[in-house]
């Protein structure tokens, strides 16, 4: 696919998913980026504010089945990755087996809701999804689908009954997208819309979107970038930076993964843009969703109100190239 094509089915997917989910324009790139960077994406943001329905509809558009796992409390790993259970065979009820039954893991866009309300236990089973692609079960290894993504979504409101994600695995997390409310003039839009929960249908050679993986190896990104981008990461590390609010607010920096995502991020948006060359707007673009969940704010940045979206646009803008 070149990259005329890649941004025309690009954005035919972003103006279909405009149409169902209003006023969330820039949420909406970036989950069309995830399926491009064949990364996964937590989506933080109010009850009521379409997230759920961002992931099955774009699902639709790309034309794959979608599950959804509503994350509790008592939700168990095999309750998400499956297990072996024991088969009868309906002509001959005394012939049973052990058999391999998957769990809702096993599809290719999977919607983890409220991933934060499970327990440390259950949370961990998607690790080795989502970095491997594969299950590992008493011994056995089962490949998940190809295409394979995991989109999250975690309400930043409440906090009684929940679990926050351990940095393992939101270092997985290729972005963490803030879902806000939508506009005044977007809410009224909303207030009139057909109440009709119908999916979008398959859009023609949207599915030649996973295959953008490609094209965004191809955009590049000169030297002077690169390190930019490394030292707008190791900013965010203590022991590392020379900024003395990092050294006062941030407890513990992001990882080397920080590093690869905001320079695949950036590629991925200089070619939506339709440019093969990467600048440093599109680098500021990404680094909030790369970086927010990926800084851990130490107890000063709590007493005095201070929010990792803060932290990070200070880092962005005293970060120099």
């Not at 790309?62 to 095999?78: A, E, H, M, N, V």
């Not at 351990?166 to 977007?186: G, H, K, T």
Request: with cysteine; charged share 20%.
């Amino acid at each position: 696919m070149t990259q005329s094509s890649t941004v025309e089915v690009a954005n035919s997917v972003m103006a279909k998913l405009g149409s169902k989910v209003i006023g969330q324009e820039e949420v909406v790139k970036y989950v069309v980026m995830t399926v491009m960077c064949r990364g996964h994406t937590l989506l933080t943001g109010a009850p009521g504010v379409a997230k759920t329905m961002l992931v099955r509809n774009l699902a639709a558009a790309l034309g794959c089945d979608s599950k959804r796992i509503q994350f509790t409390p008592d939700l168990t790993p095999f309750d998400i990755l499956g297990g072996d259970i024991i088969s009868f065979d309906k002509e001959n009820p005394d012939h049973k087996r052990i058999v391999f039954s998957p769990g809702p893991i096993f599809a290719p866009f999977v919607l983890a809701d409220e991933i934060n309300r499970a327990s440390p236990r259950t949370q961990s089973a998607l690790l080795e999804a989502m970095q491997e692609r594969q299950v590992s079960l008493a011994g056995e290894t089962h490949q998940l689908p190809r295409p394979f993504y995991v989109f999250a979504t975690q309400n930043p409101i409440e906090s009684d009954g929940t679990f926050p994600l351990p940095d393992a695995q939101l270092d997985r997390f290729l972005f963490n997208v803030e879902v806000p409310y939508p506009s005044y003039e977007a809410e009224k839009e909303i207030a009139t819309l057909d109440l009709k929960h119908e999916d979008i249908g398959a859009l023609d050679n949207a599915s030649a979107l996973f295959s953008a993986w490609e094209e965004v190896q191809q955009v590049t990104i000169d030297d002077a970038l690169v390190s930019g981008c490394v030292r707008l990461v190791r900013n965010s590390r203590p022991s590392e930076t020379e900024l003395d609010f990092v050294q006062d607010l941030v407890h513990f920096g992001a990882s080397p993964r920080a590093t690869q995502a905001l320079v695949l991020g950036a590629k991925a948006h200089a070619l939506l843009g339709g440019r093969l060359q990467v600048d440093w707007n599109d680098v500021q673009f990404v680094a909030p969703a790369v970086l927010r969940h990926r800084i851990q704010l130490g107890y000063r940045a709590a007493s005095e109100g201070v929010g990792h979206n803060e932290v990070v646009d200070r880092m962005i803008r005293e970060t120099v190239l």
